[in-house]
């Protein structure tokens, strides 16, 4: 068995997407560089002014198309000047001011001797925080719910019994211990 092992040169050439990428990524530099050295042609032309004679445009239109045809050196960038922005609009601070008026029951005047009958005046009812959770008595009830569950049913029922002591008991013990500490407070 004659087995000739054949080396073919083949030639490395690089695949034409990453060369295409490559000229683009050259050109937006190149493109890049001119535009910062000031070598690309500005946005901002001079155009003729309303009031012009048609004449001078006409010459210098002239002009303009006889320069084209001259060679020109490398156009020199102009020093861009700052623009002064236009001052910005004063500020006007507003004061707000919020009025509350504050209920007053009128005084009772009896008619005969101007005797002033003595108003009720309810005091305000403080808004109670909502109660905090106890966690000492939301575990102390879910362990002692999740034993007693736990004593209940057989098979699911008593995995169902089990979850449902716990849940119910660290409500319970939430409660419990609330009420507890309520008086503290």
């Known amino acids: ?18 060369a295409g990428a ?4 050259i050109v937006a530099s ?5 535009a910062m050295a000031g070598w690309l042609p500005s946005s901002h032309s001079a155009t003729a002014p309303a ?11 002239a002009a303009s198309a006889s320069a084209l045809a001259a060679p020109v ?37 009896n008619n005969d001797n101007g005797y002033r009958e003595p108003v009720n005046q309810q005091q305000p009812v ?14 102390a009830g879910a ?11 057989g098979g699911r029922g008593k995995a169902l019994a089990t979850v449902a002591g716990v849940i119910g008991g ?3 013990g939430n409660a419990v211990q609330n009420q507890v500490q309520q008086p503290q407070r």
């Not at 068995?1 to 990453?18: C, E």
């Not at 490559?22 to 990524?25: E, F, G, I, K, L």
């Not at 020093?79 to 500020?91: G, K, M, Y």
């Open 143 to 153: 362990v002692i719910g999740g034993l007693l569950g736990n004593h209940v049913g």
């Open 22 to 25: 490559a000229v683009s990524v």
């Open 30 to 34: 190149l493109v890049g560089v001119a």
């Open 126 to 139: 403080q808004a109670q925080a909502p109660a905090q959770p106890n966690y000492v008595g939301i575990g």
């Open 51 to 61: 009031s012009a004679n048609p004449a001078d445009v006409a010459a210098m239109t």
């Open 170 to 172: 660290g409500m319970l």
């Open 1 to 18: 068995m004659n087995t000739t092992v054949a080396t073919t040169a083949t030639a490395s050439r690089i695949h034409p997407l990453v």
């Open 73 to 109: 050196a490398a156009p020199v960038a102009a020093p861009v000047l700052a623009q002064v922005a236009p001052e910005p609009a004063p500020v006007v601070h507003k004061r707000v001011v919020h009025h509350t008026q504050v209920a007053q029951a009128a005084p009772a005047y």
